[in-house]
């Protein structure tokens, strides 16, 4: 993702995707998400098998034979001639997060809401740059991460790298 | 030529772990089935069923940002059938111009119901499609089998 080393309003951070896990046992992902400046944070967002997925492929840069429903999306966008500016996860509501797509056609700017994992496929399939606000770090609920960050260390201390430094 | 197909209903495949979406054109004489995974089915079936998700889901996605440039979809074509996969064009009205895009037929079909546009069958798709081994298939099924959805 090409990152603007500006947010484009106060009260963003920006981040990126960090990488996709499986949760063992039931059928869901979850995806991690990682300060872009490197400050650690890892926020985990619980997704769908197939928004997980979605958002696998994008991050592998895989092709597939066929368009996804996300390559469709940007291929829509593109025929319309319009940007995607940014992805901001702008509201939490227990422990549910929801996306807003900035869009922008000459000049015109929209934006769209979504979920979190949609958002983030169309965002790393187009480049743009993802966003949470400040409220929403200060709100989530960090309850279950400490003891969520805590499994996930032991489970992936030998196979995945750490992102936590203090 | 184009023909008009209508959304007859969508089944599970057992044998292929897959789900069918069924379409047939106004008098019964053609007949498509269009395999497509669990999550396509997902969201096929419940545009069908009029169902609003609590969240937007991905197909829903796609109507809004169209929506939010006032885009509209006009139809929807099945345009093509090569070695059992289907190819299909989305035909968008946008700012007085027209836009086709690919897509997968599951995508189509599935913006085509949230945005209320006809779908279409290309007739070589119709010919290409021996409807034979398909009637064959369908009897074997049992009238339960129509129009349910394992989610």
């Known amino acids: 993702m090409s990152q603007t080393d500006t947010p484009p309003e106060q009260g963003l951070i920006a981040y990126k995707v960090d990488r996709v896990l499986d949760e063992t046992n039931t059928d869901t992902k979850i995806l991690v998400l990682a300060r872009q400046d490197g400050r650690s944070d890892s926020f985990p967002i619980w997704i769908g098998a197939a928004e997980g997925h979605a958002i696998k492929l994008a991050l592998d840069t895989t092709l597939t034979p066929r368009p996804t429903s996300h390559d469709l999306i940007k291929s829509l966008v593109e025929h319309l001639n319009v940007k995607v500016r940014r992805i901001v996860i702008g509201d939490v509501k227990n422990s549910t997060y929801y996306a807003t797509v900035h869009l922008e056609n000459n000049g015109v700017e929209r934006t769209v809401d979504a979920r979190p994992s949609d958002a983030i496929s169309l965002a790393l399939r187009t480049h743009a740059p993802l966003y949470v606000t400040e409220d929403v770090l200060a709100r989530r609920n960090t309850a279950n991460l400490d003891s969520w960050l805590a499994k996930q260390d032991n489970k992936n201390s030998t196979s995945q790298q750490e992102v936590g430094e203090s | ?151």
């Open chain 2, 1 to 151: 030529m184009i023909t008009q197909m209508h959304l007859k209903g969508l089944m599970f495949d057992p044998y292929n772990n897959a789900y069918i979406v069924v379409l047939r054109d106004e008098d019964g004489q053609e007949m498509l089935p269009i395999w497509v995974g669990k999550t396509e089915a997902g969201a096929i079936s419940m545009a069908l069923e009029n169902v609003a998700p609590p969240r937007p889901m991905t197909h829903d996605f796609m109507k809004s940002i169209l929506d939010a440039y006032d885009a509209k979809v006009i139809s929807v074509v099945i345009t093509d059938l090569n070695e059992n996969t289907y190819f299909a064009k989305i035909h968008l009205m946008y700012e007085d111009s027209e836009y086709t895009v690919d897509a997968r037929p599951s995508d189509a079909i599935a913006l085509a119901l949230r945005s209320n546009a006809p779908v279409f069958a290309k007739e070589t798709v119709l010919n290409k499609q021996s409807s034979e081994e398909l009637e064959q298939w369908l009897e074997n099924l049992k009238p339960e089998d129509f129009g349910k959805l394992d989610s």
